[in-house]
């Protein structure tokens, strides 16, 4: 599975913002996805997952604010960013891993995307 991610941008705080994350090849309709995070001088942290079924994972930092969905019909998925916050600023990336279930480490995720940049500024 190829994954592409795009949407990032630069956003006020209290904006929103909706990350999109494109896949090629038939392994997508079966995989869970993610979205994790790596921030300038930080380790990549996990923000959510969905698996095949739509049943979604968040992150504390995440919940009520984000939301993660996915199409597969289109192979997309999507995180819709609410009431972003400064410390939302980092390069968003799309990862997948061939199993039903969800998980937050990244280590569990054998596919990448590119990532996104998201700048939310005070």
């Known amino acids: 599975v190829q994954l592409q991610a795009c949407g990032g941008g630069l956003v006020q705080a209290g904006g929103s913002l909706r990350l999109s994350c494109t896949a090629s090849?038939?392994?997508?309709?079966?995989?869970?996805m993610a979205w994790f995070r790596q921030a300038p001088g930080k380790e990549r942290e996990f923000v959510a997952a969905?698996?095949?079924?739509?049943?979604?994972y968040y992150a504390d930092s995440a919940k009520g604010r984000f939301a993660i969905s996915r199409d597969n019909a289109k192979r997309l998925v999507f995180l819709q960013m609410n009431s972003l916050k400064p410390d939302d600023t980092a390069v968003y990336y799309c990862?997948?891993?061939?199993?039903?279930?969800?998980?937050?480490?990244?280590?569990?995720?054998?596919?990448w995307g590119q990532g996104t940049e998201v700048t939310v500024s005070s």
């Open positions: 990862a997948g891993r061939p199993n039903l279930f969800n998980s937050a480490r990244s280590v569990d995720y054998a596919y």
């Open positions: 090849g038939r392994a997508f309709s079966s995989a869970t």
């Open positions: 969905i698996n095949r079924s739509g049943s979604s």
